[in-house]
């Protein structure tokens, strides 16, 4: 008779260790599933597929860890982690609003073992602070900036509002940000560029259009004023030429 398989639980915990936001008062963002890649056998294991929705802030208010799913798997090594998500809202100044999420798939190169007879995890910490950022048109872009812990040998500390670890075994960290594409590794969203949302795209925004109108002189001041709130003016004074940027309407 084949030996039986020897088995260790994976927890799948989520977590926010951001700075403070004076104006954001609530991130929420709902968690569709959570799976693992066996290294050797190469296949995806689904540690849970139940629809939450955990507020990031409130997690670090309670200064707590959220249990998202847990299974028992087959002792061994699994390499990557894979979280799906979707709607994004934030409460900014006391009114919520929708994030736009540049891919809804986090996939993380981070080996998780399971040994016999144990408990092992992997925390989703999300850095609420560094992963929102408010476009040029005034949208919200939660592009997720990540520190993915794996841990072995655990122990729980339940607390009233979630867990702690009080004991752990160290395998492995790593520290991802998601770019202007969706994909997640060590490229951050650039926050110099002036960005926008196109469909289900990031995208840079385009300099504003320009124009040219020429006008004679003598002109009226009534007529300076009309044109350059349409363009870019160029008024002939003499000899010389007065010119004003303006962006067109």
Partial sequence: MPEPVKEG????????????????????????SASVYHKDKEYWTTVSDEDVVIDLL??????????????SLPEGEFSQVKLKVADVKVTVNGKEQ?????????KMQVP????????????????????????????IIFAPVIHARSKKDI????????????KETPVKAAMLSMNDKGELGAEKLDV????????????????????????????????KSAAMKEAV???????KKVV???DKK
Avoid: C
Wanted: proline share 4%; aromatic share 4%.
């Fill in 9 to 32: 639980v994976l927890f799948v915990t989520i977590a926010d260790k951001a700075l403070d936001m004076k104006n954001v008062s609530s991130v929420k963002i709902k968690i569709l």
């Fill in 58 to 71: 409130q997690l670090k208010a309670d200064d707590v860890e959220k249990i998202y799913g847990n299974k």
């Fill in 98 to 106: 929708d994030a736009f999420l540049p891919s809804g798939e986090l």
């Fill in 112 to 139: 998780v073992v399971v040994e016999a007879d144990r408990q092992s995890l992997v925390t989703i910490d999300f850095v609420a602070d560094e992963s929102l950022h408010v476009t040029g048109d005034g949208k």
């Fill in 155 to 166: 122990v729980f500390s339940e607390q009233p509002k979630g867990v702690r670890v009080s």
């Fill in 192 to 223: 110099k560029k002036d960005w926008t949302i196109e469909g289900n795209k990031v995208v840079e925004r385009k300099p504003a259009e320009k124009t040219r109108i020429e006008l004679p002189h003598p002109t009226t001041s009534a007529e």
């Fill in 233 to 239: 003016v160029e008024i002939a004074e003499g000899e």
């Fill in 244 to 246: 004003v940027i303006q």
